[in-house]
């Protein structure tokens, strides 16, 4: 498996397709953190919702 590390750019692109209240990274100078334990559910969720 391929290892990819996002850059700060593609977090904020990913983020702008949650609401502002619940994004999926946090972004804290310049490095990122997920939201949350269920990060990688929600965005599954969000891409079937947009239909990927």
Known sequence: MVKYTLTLEEVEIVNS?????????????????????????RLKAKAIELGY
């Open 17 to 41: 397709v949650f609401p502002d209240d619940e994004p999926l990274f946090i972004v804290d100078g310049h490095k990122f953190r997920e939201a949350s334990s269920d990060w990688k559910e």
